[in-house]
């Protein structure tokens, strides 16, 4: 009962939204995509919507031609980020309700640099196919993380504010972990930013922070597409390698449990 009312109220919202998209009146910044919602929601201290991370990276990458990434965050919610060759910095919508960012800058191939203001746990398998979508890493069979040590949040809803900041000390060629970033300052900052459409240093104190070394974590990369494990999986008789349901053509009766019938990958047959 309770999912079907909260499925109603969604269905409610989307229709109110969409019925009131022409009304200019909605809007705080149309040239952002920018709505009113989001200036009470950056206002009041609340968790940074989707809008205001993609019109702060959309104002990043202009100012800063030359790297990469900086994508539009709803990109991921179907694995649709586009692959990377160059330096990319690139906020994440991760694990419930969360933003941090990732940067290649400075990382030898195959490696990224994880910036969480949570300074959390590991990353969702879901975040690992994200990050390896982004990379799509040929001639490795792992990625490896670097988990900075950066400033941690001093409240719940701050974790898209500092994902923007540290996104724009990595644009400005300033290295996060050793930048103590005054908090209670960030939000107003960005209000600033977004309203003069420009991304300027967010404020800090003028002492370095010390950083702790970081700690690294690495998870394996499989098939023709490089990314993790997920669904079900099939190894290649010859090359041993494992390959998603998905992502290749194989008899049904590969599948099945007790499978005797040998496969072999594109490659090998
Ligand atoms: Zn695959
Ligand atoms: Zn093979």
Not at 137 to 151: A, E, L, P, Y
Not at 166 to 171: D, G, R
């Amino acid at each position: 009962m309770m999912s079907l009312n909260v499925y109603y109220i969604d269905i409610v919202d989307l229709t109110e939204v969409v019925a009131d998209t022409d009304d200019p009146d909605i809007y705080w910044m149309k040239d952002l995509m920018l709505y009113k919602e989001d200036k009470k929601v950056l206002l009041h201290g609340c968790w940074l919507t989707e809008s205001i991370i993609t019109a702060g990276q959309i104002l990043l990458r202009k100012e800063n031609q030359n790297i990469g990434g900086l994508q539009p965050t709803i990109l991921s919610e179907n694995f649709q980020f586009s692959i990377q060759k160059e330096e990319f910095v690139q906020i994440l919508y991760v694990n419930n309700s969360h933003w941090l960012t990732i940067s290649s800058i400075g990382c030898p191939k195959g490696t990224i640099n994880v910036y969480d203001s949570l300074s959390s746990n590991g990353l969702s398998t879901r975040t690992m196919r994200v990050i390896a979508g982004i990379l799509f890493v040929t001639d490795q069979r792992k990625i490896t993380i670097n988990h900075i040590d950066v400033q941690t949040k001093s409240n719940f809803s701050d974790c898209g504010v500092f994902s923007l900041a540290f996104a724009t000390s990595l644009c400005q060629g300033e290295d996060p972990s050793i930048i103590s970033y005054i908090s209670y300052q960030l939000r107003d900052h960005l209000y600033k930013c977004l309203e003069n459409r420009k991304m300027l240093s967010f404020p800090r104190r003028s002492r370095q922070r010390t950083a702790r070394s970081g700690h690294q974590t690495s998870f394996n990369i499989y098939c023709e597409c490089r990314l993790p494990q997920y669904g079900s999986m099939i190894t290649c008789e010859r090359c041993e390698e494992w390959f998603h349901k998905k992502c290749v053509v194989a008899p049904n009766a590969v599948w099945k449990k007790g499978n005797t019938i040998q496969w072999f990958c594109k490659n090998c047959s």
